[in-house]
Protein backbone atom coordinates (compact mmCIF):
# COMPACT_ATOMS: atom_id res chain seq x y z
CA UNK A 1 0.00 0.00 0.00
CA UNK A 2 1.45 2.95 -0.77
CA UNK A 3 1.19 6.42 1.42
CA UNK A 4 -1.63 8.60 0.30
CA UNK A 5 1.14 11.41 -0.99
CA UNK A 6 3.06 8.70 -3.46
CA UNK A 7 -0.54 7.60 -4.62
CA UNK A 8 -1.56 11.53 -5.57
CA UNK A 9 2.10 11.43 -7.60
CA UNK A 10 0.97 8.36 -9.53
CA UNK A 11 -2.22 9.51 -9.95
CA UNK A 12 -1.14 12.66 -11.21
CA UNK A 13 0.72 10.66 -13.91
CA UNK A 14 -1.83 8.92 -14.77
CA UNK A 15 -4.16 11.55 -16.21
CA UNK A 16 -0.54 12.92 -17.96
CA UNK A 17 0.28 9.83 -19.34
CA UNK A 18 -3.73 9.56 -20.65
CA UNK A 19 -3.20 13.42 -22.14
CA UNK A 20 -0.05 12.10 -23.95
CA UNK A 21 -1.50 9.38 -25.74
CA UNK A 22 -4.70 11.21 -26.81
CA UNK A 23 -2.41 14.67 -27.99
CA UNK A 24 -0.50 11.51 -29.74
CA UNK A 25 -3.86 10.42 -31.46
CA UNK A 26 -4.47 13.83 -32.57
CA UNK A 27 -1.16 14.30 -33.82
CA UNK A 28 -1.23 11.53 -36.29
CA UNK A 29 -4.17 13.52 -37.77
CA UNK A 30 -2.21 16.15 -38.77
CA UNK A 31 -4.12 19.18 -40.38
CA UNK A 32 -7.39 16.97 -39.69
CA UNK A 33 -6.70 16.88 -35.69
CA UNK A 34 -9.60 18.39 -33.60
CA UNK A 35 -8.38 21.67 -32.72
CA UNK A 36 -10.92 22.03 -29.45
CA UNK A 37 -9.68 18.67 -28.26
CA UNK A 38 -5.85 19.64 -29.15
CA UNK A 39 -6.15 22.65 -27.64
CA UNK A 40 -8.07 21.47 -23.92
CA UNK A 41 -5.67 18.41 -23.86
CA UNK A 42 -2.23 20.96 -23.99
CA UNK A 43 -3.79 22.89 -21.43
CA UNK A 44 -3.91 19.68 -19.11
CA UNK A 45 -0.65 18.71 -19.90
CA UNK A 46 0.36 23.04 -18.99
CA UNK A 47 -2.26 23.40 -16.58
CA UNK A 48 -2.27 20.39 -14.40
CA UNK A 49 0.64 18.43 -15.59
CA UNK A 50 3.31 21.32 -15.10
CA UNK A 51 2.01 23.86 -13.32
CA UNK A 52 0.52 21.64 -10.35
CA UNK A 53 1.79 17.94 -10.79
CA UNK A 54 5.31 19.43 -11.70
CA UNK A 55 5.48 22.34 -8.99
CA UNK A 56 4.65 19.59 -6.78
CA UNK A 57 7.97 18.00 -7.31
CA UNK A 58 9.68 21.03 -8.08
CA UNK A 59 8.71 22.93 -4.89
CA UNK A 60 7.67 20.17 -2.16
CA UNK A 61 8.84 16.94 -2.68
CA UNK A 62 12.45 16.98 -4.48
CA UNK A 63 13.42 19.79 -2.04
CA UNK A 64 12.54 17.76 0.63
CA UNK A 65 14.35 14.34 -0.24
CA UNK A 66 17.16 16.55 -1.06
CA UNK A 67 17.20 17.90 3.04
CA UNK A 68 16.32 14.14 4.03
CA UNK A 69 19.80 13.17 2.88
CA UNK A 70 19.20 12.05 -0.58
CA UNK A 71 22.06 13.30 -2.75
CA UNK A 72 21.56 16.93 -4.79
CA UNK A 73 23.79 14.93 -7.84
CA UNK A 74 21.68 11.82 -8.39
CA UNK A 75 18.11 11.39 -9.91
CA UNK A 76 16.28 14.94 -8.48
CA UNK A 77 18.82 16.52 -10.71
CA UNK A 78 17.99 14.98 -13.91
CA UNK A 79 14.52 14.85 -13.18
CA UNK A 80 14.47 19.02 -13.09
CA UNK A 81 16.86 19.09 -15.88
CA UNK A 82 14.05 16.60 -18.09
CA UNK A 83 11.41 19.52 -16.43
CA UNK A 84 12.59 22.26 -18.05
CA UNK A 85 12.77 20.59 -21.34
CA UNK A 86 9.58 19.34 -21.53
CA UNK A 87 8.87 22.95 -20.81
CA UNK A 88 10.37 24.13 -23.58
CA UNK A 89 8.60 21.10 -24.99
CA UNK A 90 4.90 22.40 -24.30
CA UNK A 91 5.37 25.68 -25.30
CA UNK A 92 6.52 24.67 -28.94
CA UNK A 93 3.76 22.21 -29.30
CA UNK A 94 1.21 25.67 -28.06
CA UNK A 95 2.20 27.88 -30.29
CA UNK A 96 2.40 25.44 -33.58
CA UNK A 97 -1.41 25.05 -32.56
CA UNK A 98 -1.71 29.08 -32.65
CA UNK A 99 0.01 29.11 -36.13
CA UNK A 100 -2.61 26.54 -36.33
CA UNK A 101 -5.29 28.19 -35.30
CA UNK A 102 -4.21 31.36 -37.08
CA UNK A 103 -3.53 30.21 -40.59
CA UNK A 104 -5.08 26.89 -41.16
CA UNK A 105 -1.24 25.67 -41.80
CA UNK A 106 -0.28 22.92 -39.15
CA UNK A 107 3.77 23.58 -39.13
CA UNK A 108 5.25 20.09 -39.99
CA UNK A 109 7.39 20.19 -37.14
CA UNK A 110 4.21 19.20 -34.76
CA UNK A 111 3.99 15.50 -34.94
CA UNK A 112 7.68 15.23 -33.90
CA UNK A 113 7.79 17.28 -31.58
CA UNK A 114 4.89 15.43 -29.97
CA UNK A 115 6.61 12.14 -30.06
CA UNK A 116 9.72 13.99 -28.93
CA UNK A 117 8.15 15.04 -26.10
CA UNK A 118 5.44 11.98 -25.24
CA UNK A 119 9.32 9.64 -25.56
CA UNK A 120 10.72 12.58 -22.55
CA UNK A 121 7.46 12.52 -20.37
CA UNK A 122 7.18 8.50 -20.92
CA UNK A 123 10.22 7.56 -19.42
CA UNK A 124 10.79 10.45 -17.30
CA UNK A 125 7.57 9.04 -15.64
CA UNK A 126 8.69 5.51 -15.69
CA UNK A 127 11.79 6.57 -14.24
CA UNK A 128 10.03 8.50 -10.94
CA UNK A 129 7.60 5.88 -10.34
CA UNK A 130 9.70 2.46 -10.78
CA UNK A 131 12.85 4.17 -9.39
CA UNK A 132 13.05 7.84 -7.29
CA UNK A 133 9.89 7.53 -5.74
CA UNK A 134 10.18 3.78 -4.25
CA UNK A 135 13.88 5.36 -3.29
CA UNK A 136 12.65 8.43 -2.19
CA UNK A 137 10.57 6.18 0.62
CA UNK A 138 13.85 5.34 2.52
CA UNK A 139 14.19 9.02 3.34
CA UNK A 140 10.16 9.57 4.14
CA UNK A 141 8.87 8.90 8.28
CA UNK A 142 5.31 8.62 8.24
CA UNK A 143 4.93 11.61 9.99
CA UNK A 144 6.85 13.36 6.66
CA UNK A 145 4.42 11.66 4.66
CA UNK A 146 0.94 13.31 6.37
CA UNK A 147 3.29 16.81 5.41
CA UNK A 148 4.20 15.85 2.11
CA UNK A 149 0.20 15.09 1.41
CA UNK A 150 -1.30 18.49 2.97
CA UNK A 151 1.81 20.21 1.08
CA UNK A 152 0.89 19.12 -1.89
CA UNK A 153 -3.27 20.03 -1.71
CA UNK A 154 -2.36 23.32 -0.52
CA UNK A 155 -0.13 24.10 -3.92
CA UNK A 156 -2.85 22.33 -5.64
CA UNK A 157 -5.23 24.79 -4.38
CA UNK A 158 -2.74 28.04 -5.46
CA UNK A 159 -2.22 26.51 -8.64
CA UNK A 160 -5.37 25.23 -10.33
CA UNK A 161 -7.89 25.24 -7.76
CA UNK A 162 -9.67 23.14 -4.59
CA UNK A 163 -9.93 19.84 -6.48
CA UNK A 164 -8.13 20.49 -9.54
CA UNK A 165 -7.01 17.26 -9.98
CA UNK A 166 -10.41 15.55 -9.93
CA UNK A 167 -11.59 18.41 -12.13
CA UNK A 168 -8.32 17.70 -14.27
CA UNK A 169 -9.13 14.02 -14.32
CA UNK A 170 -12.82 14.32 -15.13
CA UNK A 171 -11.82 16.49 -18.25
CA UNK A 172 -9.36 13.68 -19.84
CA UNK A 173 -11.53 10.99 -19.27
CA UNK A 174 -14.53 13.27 -21.04
CA UNK A 175 -11.38 13.72 -23.87
CA UNK A 176 -11.15 10.29 -24.19
CA UNK A 177 -14.54 9.79 -25.19
CA UNK A 178 -14.84 12.81 -27.17
CA UNK A 179 -11.40 11.68 -29.04
CA UNK A 180 -13.56 7.86 -30.37
CA UNK A 181 -14.27 6.42 -26.85
CA UNK A 182 -11.59 4.77 -24.05
CA UNK A 183 -8.37 4.05 -24.77
CA UNK A 184 -8.50 0.21 -26.24
CA UNK A 185 -5.11 -1.31 -25.26
CA UNK A 186 -6.61 -4.82 -27.06
CA UNK A 187 -7.68 -3.56 -30.08
CA UNK A 188 -3.66 -4.27 -31.50
CA UNK A 189 -3.89 -7.85 -29.90
CA UNK A 190 -5.82 -10.32 -32.14
CA UNK A 191 -8.27 -12.50 -31.17
CA UNK A 192 -6.91 -15.64 -30.91
CA UNK A 193 -3.80 -13.74 -29.09
CA UNK A 194 -5.93 -12.43 -26.61
CA UNK A 195 -7.71 -16.10 -26.38
CA UNK A 196 -4.30 -18.01 -25.42
CA UNK A 197 -3.60 -15.06 -22.83
CA UNK A 198 -7.00 -16.06 -21.30
CA UNK A 199 -6.49 -19.46 -21.40
CA UNK A 200 -2.81 -19.31 -20.09
CA UNK A 201 -3.80 -18.42 -16.95
CA UNK A 202 -4.39 -20.99 -14.02
CA UNK A 203 -8.24 -20.07 -13.59
CA UNK A 204 -11.31 -20.75 -14.92
CA UNK A 205 -13.02 -17.91 -16.51
CA UNK A 206 -16.67 -17.58 -17.98
CA UNK A 207 -18.43 -14.66 -19.25
CA UNK A 208 -22.75 -13.93 -19.08
CA UNK A 209 -23.93 -11.14 -20.96
CA UNK A 210 -26.18 -8.71 -20.18
CA UNK A 211 -29.00 -11.03 -21.10
CA UNK A 212 -28.07 -13.67 -18.66
CA UNK A 213 -26.83 -16.13 -21.37
CA UNK A 214 -23.00 -17.63 -21.13
CA UNK A 215 -20.92 -16.04 -23.85
CA UNK A 216 -17.61 -16.98 -23.19
CA UNK A 217 -15.50 -19.75 -21.15
CA UNK A 218 -11.51 -20.43 -21.18
CA UNK A 219 -9.37 -23.35 -21.73
CA UNK A 220 -12.24 -25.24 -23.98
CA UNK A 221 -9.79 -28.08 -24.74
CA UNK A 222 -8.62 -28.24 -21.24
CA UNK A 223 -9.31 -29.85 -18.34
CA UNK A 224 -11.43 -27.91 -15.86
CA UNK A 225 -12.42 -27.81 -12.17
CA UNK A 226 -15.80 -27.88 -13.33
CA UNK A 227 -16.78 -29.51 -17.10
CA UNK A 228 -18.08 -26.83 -19.05
CA UNK A 229 -18.94 -27.71 -23.08
CA UNK A 230 -19.87 -25.92 -25.60
CA UNK A 231 -23.19 -26.60 -26.09
CA UNK A 232 -23.51 -24.23 -22.72
CA UNK A 233 -22.99 -21.45 -24.95
CA UNK A 234 -25.90 -19.22 -25.63
CA UNK A 235 -27.48 -20.88 -22.90
CA UNK A 236 -29.40 -19.13 -20.04
CA UNK A 237 -26.85 -19.13 -16.68
CA UNK A 238 -30.00 -20.62 -14.48
CA UNK A 239 -29.95 -23.19 -16.98
CA UNK A 240 -26.01 -24.32 -15.76
CA UNK A 241 -26.49 -24.23 -11.98
CA UNK A 242 -27.88 -26.88 -10.09
CA UNK A 243 -31.68 -26.26 -9.09
CA UNK A 244 -30.40 -25.94 -5.44
CA UNK A 245 -28.51 -22.91 -6.42
CA UNK A 246 -30.76 -21.18 -9.28
CA UNK A 247 -31.91 -18.16 -6.45
CA UNK A 248 -28.23 -17.58 -5.43
CA UNK A 249 -27.37 -16.85 -9.19
CA UNK A 250 -31.06 -15.11 -9.32
CA UNK A 251 -30.09 -12.56 -6.50
CA UNK A 252 -26.36 -12.26 -7.65
CA UNK A 253 -27.25 -10.66 -11.27
CA UNK A 254 -30.53 -9.16 -9.93
CA UNK A 255 -28.25 -6.87 -7.92
CA UNK A 256 -25.54 -6.20 -9.87
CA UNK A 257 -28.13 -5.50 -12.76
CA UNK A 258 -29.31 -3.11 -10.27
CA UNK A 259 -25.87 -1.51 -8.95
CA UNK A 260 -26.35 -2.32 -5.80
CA UNK A 261 -23.48 -5.61 -5.98
CA UNK A 262 -20.23 -5.81 -7.89
CA UNK A 263 -18.91 -9.20 -6.97
CA UNK A 264 -20.16 -12.21 -5.11
CA UNK A 265 -17.40 -15.23 -4.06
CA UNK A 266 -18.30 -18.25 -2.41
CA UNK A 267 -15.25 -21.08 -1.58
CA UNK A 268 -15.20 -24.73 -1.24
CA UNK A 269 -13.90 -28.20 -0.20
CA UNK A 270 -13.84 -30.10 -3.56
CA UNK A 271 -12.19 -33.35 -4.38
CA UNK A 272 -8.77 -32.51 -3.22
CA UNK A 273 -8.99 -28.88 -3.78
CA UNK A 274 -10.34 -25.75 -2.30
CA UNK A 275 -11.78 -23.62 -5.01
CA UNK A 276 -12.57 -19.76 -5.00
CA UNK A 277 -15.77 -19.09 -6.73
CA UNK A 278 -16.32 -15.23 -7.70
CA UNK A 279 -18.60 -13.20 -9.83
CA UNK A 280 -17.54 -9.80 -10.85
CA UNK A 281 -19.99 -7.36 -12.67
CA UNK A 282 -19.17 -6.11 -16.02
CA UNK A 283 -20.01 -2.26 -16.46
CA UNK A 284 -19.11 0.01 -19.21
CA UNK A 285 -17.62 3.68 -18.33
CA UNK A 286 -21.12 5.01 -16.99
CA UNK A 287 -21.98 1.63 -15.29
CA UNK A 288 -23.89 -0.04 -17.25
CA UNK A 289 -23.98 -3.23 -16.55
CA UNK A 290 -22.66 -5.29 -19.16
CA UNK A 291 -22.80 -8.72 -17.80
CA UNK A 292 -21.01 -11.23 -15.48
CA UNK A 293 -17.79 -12.91 -15.35
CA UNK A 294 -17.32 -16.06 -12.89
CA UNK A 295 -13.53 -16.82 -12.01
CA UNK A 296 -12.95 -20.27 -10.50
CA UNK A 297 -9.80 -20.74 -8.87
CA UNK A 298 -8.49 -23.69 -7.61
CA UNK A 299 -6.29 -21.41 -4.36
CA UNK A 300 -5.10 -24.88 -2.50
CA UNK A 301 -1.55 -24.04 -3.92
CA UNK A 302 -1.60 -20.49 -2.79
CA UNK A 303 -2.56 -21.34 0.86
CA UNK A 304 0.03 -24.18 0.98
CA UNK A 305 2.72 -21.30 1.08
CA UNK A 306 5.16 -19.94 3.24
CA UNK A 307 8.13 -17.40 3.62
CA UNK A 308 8.83 -15.79 0.32
CA UNK A 309 10.41 -17.46 -2.51
CA UNK A 310 12.27 -14.23 -4.94
CA UNK A 311 14.44 -16.15 -7.11
CA UNK A 312 13.66 -18.01 -10.50
CA UNK A 313 14.21 -21.48 -9.57
FE1 LIG B 1 8.85 14.90 -12.68
FE1 LIG C 1 6.24 13.36 -11.97
Known amino acids: MNPDYLNQLINDHAVIEKALILLEKQSELGDKLNL ?10 WEFGEQCHNQRE ?71 NDILYPMGRNFITAQDEAYLMDAFLKLEAETIGQGGFLRYQTLVNSLEIQSGGKIDLLASIPTSVIANMLDSIPVELSFVDADDRVRYFNKVDQEKIFTRSLSVIGRLVQQCHPQKSVHLVNQIIAEMKAGSRDSAEFWINFQNTFVHISYYAVRDSEGNYQGCTEMVHNVKPYRDLEGEKRLLE
Open 36 to 45: PITKALLDVI
Open 58 to 128: EKIYFPFLLEKGMPPQGPVAMMLSEHVSEREYIMQMKSMIEIFEATDDLPEKFKNTVIVYMDLTKNHIWKE
